[in-house]
């Protein structure tokens, strides 16, 4: 008999719901994982379900069940919401992490840049160039579950795009400018509608379609070192606070011995198997 009384949910924004098999069942084909794999994954959370429980935990139930039980790389892709959350406080580890992705699209990236505008200085997370084409982009980071990024952002976004252009249009007439802003997280849908209206390109954690941060994450293979569960938290603050962020730079930094102090001889072999499972050769 079908059941009339779903169990509820409650979203990391507070907001409950009905508990959605199908929204589960999606984000691990987002991962990659065979459908036998899935059925047990989803099998295994529903036997954990509880009235009220959390996204959280139901996170966490599937992670659990998919480090136990699939390949690597099926369980970092499942993670990576949570292991880009991970990067913080700050945004500057997430502002590298976007200029590995864009460089390995081919485009010539800084990060932190203090650029001149027409009335003031402004530091630009990153700059991204490409042929006769400059990006100027706003990397909005959150690091709390259900957040959405607002409308402020994008209209300082915009407000300080153009007070740059101004100077970057006299400067390089030839040069076609752009702002850019991209978030870990969602937008509302009053940025949507700005940021189409006004030409100011926009990549959430799951927009365009096939093209958001998520998909340009797996589609490089740049995962974070978040994903690392072999390496305790506080030696993961210290790869990055030193700016290696994402598996492919940690990949590097071990094969060049630059992080004995932090990984042991006897942690290495089994940390570079993880990331060659899921890394390409992108250092």
């Given at each position: 008999m079908q059941n009339l009384n779903p169990?509820?949910?409650?979203?990391?924004?507070?907001?409950?719901?009905?508990?959605?098999?199908?929204?589960?069942?999606?984000?691990?084909?987002?991962?990659?994982?065979?459908?036998?794999?899935?059925?047990q994954a989803v099998s295994y959370l529903k036997s954990h379900l509880k009235e009220d429980m959390t996204t959280g935990a139901i996170y966490g139930h599937v992670s659990s069940y998919l480090q136990k039980n699939a390949p690597v790389e099926n369980y970092f892709n499942y993670?990576?919401?949570?292991?880009?959350?991970?990067?913080?406080?700050?945004?500057?580890?997430?502002?590298?992490?976007?200029?590995?992705?864009?460089?390995?699209?081919?485009?010539?990236?800084?990060?932190?840049?203090?650029?001149?505008?027409?009335?003031v200085t402004h530091e630009v997370d990153v700059i991204a160039e490409k042929e006769n084409e400059k990006y100027f982009?706003?990397?909005?980071?959150?690091?709390?579950?259900?957040?959405?990024?607002?409308?402020?952002?994008?209209?300082?976004?915009?407000?300080?795009?153009?007070?740059?252009?101004?100077?970057?249009?006299?400067?390089n007439p030839s040069e076609n400018c752009f702002s850019w802003l991209i978030t870990n997280t969602k937008v509302t849908s009053e940025v949507f509608d700005y940021c189409s209206c006004v030409g100011l390109r926009v990549t959430t954690w799951t927009h365009p379609k096939d093209q958001g941060l998520q998909d340009m994450i797996i589609k490089s293979g740049l995962h974070p070192v978040t994903l690392l569960y072999q390496i305790p938290k506080n030696d993961i603050k210290v790869?990055?606070?030193?700016?290696?962020?994402?598996?492919?730079?940690?990949?590097?930094?071990?094969?060049?011995?630059?992080?004995?102090?932090?990984?042991?001889?006897?942690?290495?072999?089994?940390?570079?198997?993880?990331?060659?499972?899921?890394?390409k050769d992108n250092e």
């Open positions: 169990i509820t949910i409650t979203k990391a924004s507070g907001i409950k719901e009905p508990f959605n098999e199908e929204k589960v069942v999606r984000s691990l084909a987002k991962s990659g994982l065979s459908v036998d794999t899935a059925s993670g990576l919401k949570r292991a880009v959350m991970d990067l913080g406080p700050s945004g500057f580890a997430f502002e590298i992490l976007v200029s590995d992705i864009l460089r390995l699209e081919k485009f010539k990236t800084e990060v932190g840049v203090v650029t001149q505008g027409k009335c982009v706003e990397c909005k980071y959150h690091n709390t579950p259900g957040y959405k990024t607002d409308i402020q952002v994008a209209l300082y976004t915009y407000a300080r795009f153009l007070d740059i252009s101004d100077v970057q249009t006299k400067n790869l990055l606070d030193r700016g290696i962020v994402t598996c492919a730079r940690l990949k590097s930094a071990l094969l060049n011995d630059q992080v004995n102090d932090i990984i042991g001889k006897e942690e290495k072999s089994t940390i570079l198997n993880s990331i060659n499972r899921i890394c």
